[in-house]
């Protein structure tokens, strides 16, 4: 009931309210928020792009198998205080490690800096749950990392420094075969999987001073090749034109010995008589006589 205070001017509402009804009040907000909590914490969501794990904290009845009930999808529901839900991611995965060396059969040391793309086989993710209890992070740099460097070990052991430089296709076809072997029996499928080798500084230089060597000697040998051919097309011009010249001269010689044939000593002779000026000649033969006989002229 409202009363009037005189002191102040103005009345002053009084509510009477039972203590009862305060108290429900208070226990149903009390009991909105617990449910809410609650929710939050028992129910979760396992989308399209991973699979679900469910396994009770302490069922003694699924000791066998670390408590794993299997895996679930979508909507999940459970008791958060026993029960608990984990998730592995089934799309892609890449990784790249940082650089780490293996020794090569003659104890060389290369340097290996791999790179890996991965799926977790959704039929097989309770059992790498079960057997590692560890989140893909941990496996990456843990179980994973483990396989790849026992790959290279294994691999690299088999291969002299030459030959690794040298087959080093069949060497990182060796290490991804080793490597999908052990991967993915555990139920990691490998999709990809490159490197990087670094060979030892000395091996490098070695190889660097081969290459420069067999370029060199590549260089000098086209060089003689391009001289080598320079000189056979010299050769061919000179030849083409002696054989020029000899042919030229066997058809001149062929000419004057087919005109030579066909003029008889008489019309020498009478050649020799219309240009005669009427002098004896002043040049004789040999024994003193004259070169034309005139005996011959008479006739």
């Known amino acids: ?43 979760t969501v396992v989308d399209s792009g991973e699979i679900g794990i469910k396994f009770h904290k302490w069922d003694s009845s699924k000791e066998k198998y670390g408590g794993v009930e299997g ?21 892609l995965q890449r990784k790249n490690y940082e650089p780490f060396n293996v020794n090569a059969k003659d104890a060389s040391t290369f340097q290996m800096d791999p790179t890996i793309a991965y799926r977790i086989d959704p039929a097989k993710a309770c059992d790498i749950f079960v057997k ?21 070990r294994t691999c690299a052991n088999r291969y002299t420094s030459d030959s690794l430089m040298s087959s080093r296709a069949n060497f990182e076809s060796d290490v991804r075969h080793r490597l999908e072997s052990s991967l993915q029996k555990e139920g990691f499928i490998v999709e990809e999987f490159t490197s990087q080798i670094t060979p030892p500084q000395s091996l490098a230089q070695m190889i660097n001073e081969k290459n420069a060597a067999v370029q060199s000697a590549l260089k000098a040998k086209n060089k003689v090749a391009e ?28 000419y004057n010995t087919k005109i030579a ?13 219309e240009k005669w000026d009427g002098h004896l000649p002043t040049v004789t033969g040999s024994g003193g006589g004259m070169i034309l006989d005139l005996k011959d002229i008479k006739k």
């Open 71 to 91: 895996t679930c999808k979508g909507w999940v529901f459970y008791n958060p205080i026993t029960t608990k839900v984990f998730t592995y991611p089934t799309y």
């Open 227 to 254: 001289a080598e051919a320079e000189a056979k097309i010299k050769i061919a011009e000179a030849k083409g034109a002696a054989e020029a010249m000899q042919i030229k001269a066997d058809a001149e010689a062929y």
């Open 1 to 43: 009931m409202a009363k009037f205070n005189n002191s102040i001017g103005f009345k002053s509402p009084e509510f009477n309210i039972p203590i009862s009804q305060v108290k429900w009040a208070f226990i149903s907000v009390a009991a909105a928020l617990v449910f809410t909590i609650l929710l939050s914490k028992s129910c």
């Open 261 to 273: 044939a066909s003029l008889s000593q008489h019309i020498v002779q009478e050649d020799w008589i």
């Open 132 to 152: 590692y209890r560890e989140g893909v992070h941990e496996l990456e740099n843990g179980y994973i990392r483990t396989c790849i460097y026992e790959a290279y």
